[in-house]
């Protein structure tokens, strides 16, 4: 019976031993038992992304003309292309920069700015045909127009068109009979000639002037 309780009291003191919460015990014999230690995950920083040091100030088109200006915090090294292009010429007006492109096509286009430390950004740009406005014709003209437009030119032309020949502006006016003369006018309306028309539709003989060989703009047609 004795060896049956000591026995007994054995296993309830072992259990209790496994039991306790305690990191380390001193068991019969002398021998040390550690409880295993705590694994903590190592938590990972993330990559800071470089400072951008300039901002895209902005976009302007006028004509065929593309300007991207970009505000400079302090100096870096920056590219701008345009379709992939490089600017045609900058201007360094600190701390905006001015990068330049001339001869854009009609269209849409893609603008891209990048620095060296890895920042980019992305932009589109539309250039459209100039349109003729009212105020770019010379006051004669506008007059004259008008006149027309109003009906009151006795003997009305068929059409007014507007050409650059040799780094001048000229008007040339085609007259409803073909037995006319046709006129050439200046830019400030005065009579150049007669380039074409008459009975030969050689014109005066004199007036050199081809309109066939010219882009030309009408700004006036006869109804």
Avoid at 67 to 95: I, K, Q
Avoid at 205 to 215: C, Q
């Amino acid at each position: 019976m004795k060896k049956i309780l000591f026995t007994v009291a054995g296993l309830l003191v072992a259990l209790a031993v496994a039991c306790s919460g305690g990191a380390t015990s001193q068991p019969t014999g002398g021998a040390t038992v550690t409880s295993p230690a705590t694994t903590v995950p190592k938590i990972e920083t993330p990559t800071q992304r470089p400072v951008q040091e300039w901002r895209l100030d902005g976009v302007s088109v006028e004509d065929n003309t593309v300007t991207v200006s970009l505000f400079y915090h302090s100096t870096t090294t920056v590219s701008v292309t345009l379709n992939g292009a490089p600017e045609t010429r900058r201007d360094n007006n600190v701390p905006v920069l001015a990068y330049i492109f001339e001869g854009v096509p009609v269209g849409e286009h893609d603008i891209v700015i990048k620095d060296v430390m890895g920042n980019v950004e992305t932009a589109s740009v539309l250039v459209t045909a100039p349109q003729p406005a009212e105020d770019q014709l010379p006051d004669w003209l506008a007059k004259w127009l008008a006149e027309l437009d109003a009906g009151e030119v006795e003997f009305p032309p068929q059409s007014v068109t507007r050409y650059e020949s040799q780094g001048e502006t000229v008007y040339y006016v085609v007259h409803q009979c073909c037995d006319q003369f046709s006129d050439l006018l200046d830019a400030g309306g005065k009579l150049i000639g007669h380039p074409d028309g008459g009975i030969t539709g050689k014109g005066d003989g004199v007036t050199k002037f081809s309109p066939f060989e010219l882009e030309g703009e009408e700004v006036w047609a006869s109804p």
